[in-house]
């Protein structure tokens, strides 16, 4: 079978979660599957590191797409193009968009639907395309997949799709993200907060992230208990707005507060390490990779008891009301006073991650890719495709 594949978010060196999740999986399925042939289509040059195994050719098809326009440009008119030329069997997006006009089976990975339930969060310009696509590339998919049961049935319920075409594929992490050295900690303290303890939000800096209460509930903590903890946020800046600007300017304790922007892995691995507790209070998540890779570290969590979060934490994380940075603020003093309950969540978070691994996801991914490469729309496709080739030989 000759398998199509949306790479356009593997770009060197800037890999977010999305981006971790399309090279975790295929890195594996492509291995695995030698008996298959994969095409991987880029929409600018690429590293060669993306091409994993004998099996896969690339292919650069422009424009860019960073931009609502560009994204509608490159899906319907050069994406299709392309693939009325190559003919695949299937098309597989892990960014969840799609060629509306296509005729080949399709497998979009629609991760969460966080700008259907808060789209202030988003842009306008961006808000408006995913409200206005992804119910449209739902009712397109052959099968869907996602990284929560809380997203499958939000996307059943919230586009009236069939529950039995969605597929749950959790995430993993990446095995760099397992326990430090005291010695590594300790430099790392040095190098990020001269020495201090801190607390760590890993992730973008987005409206949906909650970072403003975070900032709050750290500003309370810093009155109440007169520490000299720091808070690290460790990502990129993605779709600030002006409330974030104004916490960070007029926080009393901004000196305390460390922007790294984004990080390398290796260096996310040492932060999130070398933290006294992960702090990741998002309003809404999908999944929440950050929780996962603490666990496995061995980094107690406070986190948001909303959405996918309670799936994927189970009990191993201290819950807050995300919409309560009271309760942020309280769990902050927990962490640092209680002893026992660190060491408990600690135990317990590294039961929780064995539960998730790159290798499990690669393998449910595949079987719900198995689950269209043997039905009958790719077997109908097949034959016809073959029919019009027939044709245009008799015709030359």
């Keep these: 079978m000759l398998i199509a594949v949306n790479t356009r978010l593997l770009i060197k060196n ?28 880029f929409d600018r040059q690429f590293s060669k590191n993306f091409i994993f195994s004998d099996n896969i050719t690339a292919r650069v098809i422009h424009p860019q797409a960073r931009h609502p326009f560009l994204w509608y440009w490159w899906f319907e008119f050069s994406l299709t ?7 695949p069997d299937v098309f597989i997006s892990p960014d969840g968009f799609l060629p509306l006009t296509i005729k080949i089976p399709c497998i979009p990975v629609i991760h969460d639907l ?11 310009m961006v808000r408006s395309y995913y409200n206005r696509f992804f119910p449209r590339f739902a009712e397109k ?11 499958r049935k939000d996307i059943a319920e919230s586009y009236d799709i069939d529950p039995d075409i969605i597929d749950v594929v959790y995430n993993g992490a990446n095995k760099i993200f397992k326990p430090a050295t005291e010695i590594e900690k300790n430099e790392t303290k040095k190098r990020f907060t001269s ?9 973008s800096l987005h409206q949906r992230k909650n970072i403003s209460a975070l900032l709050q509930a750290f500003e309370d903590f810093k009155k109440e208990t007169g520490s000299d903890m720091k808070l690290i946020l460790a990502g990129e800046t993605l779709f600030i707005t002006p409330g974030m600007k104004k916490k960070l300017k007029y926080m009393h304790y901004r000196i305390d507060v460390i922007l790294t922007g984004r990080v ?17 209070v998002s309003h809404y998540e999908g999944f929440g990779i950050p929780v996962l890779e603490s666990m496995q570290c061995g980094v107690p969590v406070i986190a948001s008891n909303t959405t996918s979060i309670p799936e994927v934490a189970g009990d191993a994380v201290l819950y807050i009301n995300p919409s309560n940075p009271e309760t942020i603020t309280s769990a902050m003093k927990k962490i640092i006073t209680d002893t026992k309950l660190r060491e408990k969540l600690i135990e317990k978070g590294f039961v929780q991650s064995r539960k998730f691994s790159w290798d ?8 719900s890719i198995e689950k269209v490469l043997s039905c009958d729309a790719v077997k109908k496709n097949k034959s016809q495709s073959r029919r019009e080739e027939v044709k245009r030989r008799r015709r030359k």
């Design 14 to 41: 800037r890999i977010d979660g999305t981006g971790w999740f399309i090279n975790e999986t295929l890195k594996r399925i492509t291995r695995d599957h030698p008996e298959h042939d994969f095409i991987f289509l």
């Design 81 to 87: 193009r392309a693939l009325k030329k190559l003919k």
């Design 114 to 124: 966080n700008f259907h339930h808060r789209p202030d969060d988003l842009p306008r």
């Design 141 to 151: 998919a052959t099968r869907i997949i996602t990284v929560s049961e809380y997203s």
């Design 195 to 203: 020495g201090k303890d801190y607390f760590v939000y890993a992730g």
């Design 264 to 280: 390398s892995t290796e260096n996310m691995h040492l932060i999130i390490n070398s933290a006294t507790a992960m702090t990741f």
């Design 360 to 367: 499990k996801t690669a393998k449910v991914f595949w079987e």
